[in-house]
């Protein structure tokens, strides 16, 4: 089934998240411009069709917090100013460098149509649902981006532009790369770094920029596939005493003899890890180029249970929840009362109170796995972060719905550099504020099945399913439904027409997205 599925998905060409390859030329460096045409038109931005225009970036200058003290010395100062001050602004359904996509939750050839993407729990998936997961991402573990770079060099080593350094990356790969790349140290030359900087952690945007993230990975992953419909699904780990998606039915179980590898059962054994010698790149005064670094490496539960004596509980995740501050003073690891910080584990999940010499909730899970998991710029490698992650989006917002909070209360100045309310996420062109993605999901154009309300879910609405209720929780997760569904969806991209018409049991067949192009007909069934 898998090999039928990775056979048909090898036939489709995919479009690509960093630096655009449009934009890497040295004239569009050297402008300082970032406002490729729209193929629909020919036009900058698609201008002529509406879909938006170039644009002048203005940059915040609310003041950044203490944490940074220095100036003019890191190219993701003021993003994405460094490298380009104009870009596409898109019109209200368009989003993309060029506007050439949908906004999140917008569908169709004018993206009129809205429709709400549902997230599942990966142990809930049927059989065939949970083995396309698994080859798109090694689909997009093998697929070269056609439309993005990473920089291999920064703005000072491409001689202001004059001299671009950019390299091609795989789907998969390049949000590697992003991740590295935003909490990376500052290089000051000759072997000096600043290490107290970290644009997605520690601090306010850890939570909007990480939401940001997930939903740009799983667009990239939809065009690189073919199928609009795909989710990341999200790996619940409240209560648990093992890793119960460390298995070759899932992400890779244990290596017989070599503990901290793989199993060769698993394809994911063959994947090779990108941006996890930080010490190499800060002592040679060089980035992350994309090089092979070798295996994924896991081993969890051996890890250090001074540091993590056990995975979050529901009794953890429902404190957090408790708290009615988002963000307190100083705004980063050492807040207090911070439902972002406590979430994020560096605050004690019974008290609120920081505890940076212990490791609780989200950070828990990735000590706990005891390899590529748990060294920050390189975590992103092992395909487990985007099931942690989700899950912890998914906490974000029930924290969001239950408290309500307006979007002033994100605060505005004085937090770690990168972390403001209005600062641009760095590395995403296109661009982003911090406080675009502090607001539901469902504005978003995606949800949780445990938390849609009843009768709301689009397409795949489950009916009669059972649930287990904790009377620590103030809400409840369906166990695996029983019932079969089908969905039929046509949709446009930019040159193909997909199909689709899928009828399951749990473990039963679907079919795959038909996709008409050039009048030629593409379908695999499974």
């Known amino acids: 089934m898998g090999f039928l599925l990775l056979c048909f998905l090898s036939l489709l060409k995919p479009s690509s998240q960093q630096f655009p390859r449009a934009c890497t030329p040295a004239d569009n460096l050297m402008r300082k411009e970032c406002c490729p045409a729209w193929s629909g038109d ?4 698609g201008e002529l069709s509406g879909r938006g225009s170039c644009q002048d970036v203005s940059v915040s200058d609310a003041p950044n917090g203490p944490q940074f003290p220095l100036s003019g010395v890191d190219d993701r100062e003021g993003w994405p100013s ?4 104009r870009t596409c602004h898109c019109a209200e359904n368009f989003m993309g460098f060029n506007c050439a996509d949908c906004r999140f939750g917008r569908f169709g050839i004018n993206c009129t149509a809205r429709r709400t993407s549902i997230r599942k ?4 998936l049927s059989g065939a649902e949970k083995d396309k997961f698994l080859a798109y991402l090694n689909l997009a573990k093998s697929t070269i981006s056609q439309d993005y770079q990473i920089a291999v060099g920064t703005y000072t080593q491409m001689s202001n532009g004059s001299n671009p350094m950019f390299r091609d990356i795989s789907v998969y790969d390049l949000f590697v790369w992003m991740h590295y790349y935003v909490s990376r140290d500052t290089l000051l030359g000759a072997s000096r770094v600043w290490k107290d900087i970290d644009f997605a952690h520690e601090a306010p945007a850890f939570l909007p920029w990480h939401r940001a993230f997930l939903l740009l990975w ?9 199928d609009e419909n795909f989710t990341i699904p999200y790996w619940d780990w409240r209560d648990l005493e093992s890793c119960e998606v460390c298995t070759d039915e899932y992400l890779g179980g244990r290596h017989s003899t070599i ?12 994947w090779q890890v990108i941006c996890t010698r930080s010490e190499d790149y800060n002592n040679g005064n060089f980035l992350c180029d994309g090089t092979p670094e070798g295996p994924i490496l896991r081993n969890p539960g051996h890890h250090d249970r001074t540091k993590t ?12 929840l408790s708290l009615t501050e988002y963000e307190t003073a100083p ?3 050492f807040a207090n009362f911070s439902f972002r910080n406590t979430l994020e584990g560096f605050a004690n999940p019974n008290t609120g109170i920081s505890n940076t010499s212990q490791s609780s909730l989200h950070n828990a899970l990735h000590i706990y796995m005891n390899g590529s998991m748990s060294q920050v710029s390189g975590s992103a490698n092992d395909p487990i972060f985007l099931l942690h ?15 309500r909070p307006l979007q002033d209360i994100y605060p505005a100045m004085n937090t770690p550099i990168g972390h403001n309310r209005d600062y641009y996420m760095v590395p995403f062109i296109p661009i982003y504020r911090n406080i675009e993605f502090f607001l539901s999901s469902q504005e978003l154009g995606y949800d949780y099945d445990y938390l849609t309300e009843p009768g709301k879910m689009h397409l795949l609405q489950l009916k009669n399913v059972k649930w287990r209720s904790s009377s620590l929780l103030s809400f409840a997760l369906p166990l695996r439904p029983e019932l079969p569904f089908c969905v039929m969806q046509d949709s446009v991209s930019e040159h193909s027409v997909y199909q689709y018409s899928r009828c399951s049991l749990s473990r039963g067949f679907f079919f795959l997205p038909s996709r008409i192009t050039n009048g030629k007909e593409i379908s695999t069934r499974l």
């Open 82 to 85: 460094v490298f380009y001050t």
């Open 259 to 270: 503990p901290n590898l793989l199993s060769p059962a698993s394809f994911f054994s063959y």
């Open 42 to 45: 020919g036009s900058p931005c």
């Open 121 to 124: 729990n990966i142990l809930e």
């Open 331 to 333: 705004f980063d690891k």
């Open 389 to 403: 992650h989700v899950f912890v989006d998914s906490i974000f917002e029930q924290w969001l719905r239950r408290h």
């Open 309 to 320: 004596p056990n995975l979050p509980t529901s009794a953890d995740v429902e404190f957090s």
């Open 218 to 226: 799983e667009n990239e992953i939809r065009k690189t596939a073919g």
